[in-house]
């Protein structure tokens, strides 16, 4: 079956980058109403042994003397002296970088803003978040990515700092990094008693499952936890699949377990179950299952995805109540018992199921932990939510993934 994640937007780039709402000049000359002489017009006030170097700094940069700012940014930091100082410097190089349009001087300049010490965490963080994203949309990746990294070691837990930087990272092909970005900005919210916004969830696990990464299923658990839908099972469900491709009794595992959930949503889905059940010659569970599809106007019986297997269940018998009680008293195996407990799963019967699954645990030839999964979702369905936890919670080995998922609708039911 094919599957895809839908593509989730998230903005990177920052309407009014914050370094360019930070203009400032230093004055040098006394006028009437404005400030004393070497004083900003921001009430900063260079120190006198760094105030003629700045003012010449200042000049340079009012006449966009390009080939000499260099010069006089390195001279006005060899005599600054206090954080006033950097910063003013800092901000002449930050107003000479955006008008050049340099993005390497720009990060340079937001350096030694960082440097001065006058302007606090947050504000240095946003300088770097927006150089990021200067830098992303044009594409520059690996210096987008140091400015992020820059803006995370001051703001750690910042959502849009993490969220960029995972963006980032999946620009450069970094899957694995990208998820692991995207996981800390679920993390900090969780810290902070706050529910992560759906989509932070939906892309999380769009990038694990196009980077085949191990943690996708588990991703895709906790995306159903927080935001249990058919969408959501579908997609989780449909990764786990994807990516273990599990056998025809798992396969019909999870098939049944969208069943419950109302996420069967798409023709192939039905296609599968169908096809699966008849497999296992569960012809009851197969027409059963095409039937709904058809009540949902999800199944065209005409279409060439189902003629045939319609056709091919029409020639079938299908079992009675009566026919699998008697099949049960004469069973050879205990096999044979969890095939017919499985008929009356297919016919809705699942506490009749569920005695059956029973009677064939510990016999010869019966995978215990296909029993129990097979008893816990049986028992899930019949509203024993403590007996259907206790089965599901057995289950170990390659089913245990499939147990979680039934448990984990357990908890949502």
Not at 312 to 328: G, I, N, R, S, W
Request: positive net charge; charged residues 20%; proline residues 5%.
């Amino acid at each position: 079956m094919k599957f895809t994640l839908p593509a989730l937007g998230i903005g990177l780039a920052i309407a009014a980058p914050a370094y360019a709402q930070m203009g400032m000049s230093i004055d040098p000359t006394p006028k009437t109403a404005e400030p004393a002489k070497g004083q900003s017009k921001d009430g900063l006030k260079p120190s006198s042994a760094a105030l003629d170097a700045i003012v010449a700094l200042q000049n340079a940069v009012n006449a966009n003397d390009v080939a000499n700012i260099p010069a006089k940014v390195a001279a006005a930091q060899k005599v600054a002296k206090t954080k006033e100082d950097r910063y003013i410097i800092g901000q002449m190089q930050l107003k000479a970088a955006i008008a050049s349009k340099d993005n390497g001087a720009l990060g340079a300049a937001i350096d030694t803003l960082a440097a001065s010490g006058y302007l606090d965490a947050a504000k240095v963080g946003e300088l770097y978040r927006s150089l990021g994203g200067t830098y992303f949309n044009e594409k520059q990746y690996d210096p987008a990515a140091a400015a992020y990294d820059k803006a995370i070691a001051i703001d750690p837990n910042h959502p849009d700092g993490l969220m960029m930087l995972a963006e980032t990272r999946n620009a450069q092909g970094r899957k694995a990094e990208a998820v692991a970005a995207f996981q800390r900005v679920l993390q900090a919210s969780i810290a902070a008693g706050q529910k992560p916004r759906e989509e932070i969830y939906r892309r999380t696990v769009a990038l694990a499952y196009e980077g085949k990464l191990a943690s996708a299923p588990e991703l895709g658990r906790q995306w159903v936890a927080a935001y249990p839908s058919p969408d959501s099972w579908r997609n989780a469900i449909a990764i786990y699949r994807n990516l273990t491709m599990p056998d025809v009794e798992g396969t019909l595992g999870l098939l049944r377990l969208m069943q419950a959930t109302g996420a069967l949503t798409a023709a192939g889905d039905y296609n599968l179950f169908a096809t699966a059940s008849a497999e296992q010659l569960n012809y009851n569970e197969a027409q059963a299952v095409l039937d709904a599809g058809i009540a949902a106007r999800i199944v065209d019986p005409a279409s060439p995805l189902f003629k045939d297997t319609i056709t091919a269940l029409k020639a079938k018998q299908k079992a009675t109540e009566a026919d699998l009680a008697l099949a049960a008293k004469t069973a050879a195996n205990g096999m044979a018992l969890l095939r017919i407990g499985d008929r009356y799963y297919g016919m809705g019967n699942f506490a009749k199921a569920a005695e059956l699954y029973r009677q064939s645990m510990g016999k010869p030839g019966v995978d215990g932990n296909v029993a129990n999964l097979h008893l816990g979702m049986a028992l899930a369905r019949a509203g024993d939510k403590p007996g259907a936890t206790a089965a599901l919670n057995a289950v170990t080995g390659p089913r245990a993934d499939i147990a979680k998922y039934w448990l984990l609708y357990l908890a949502k039911a």
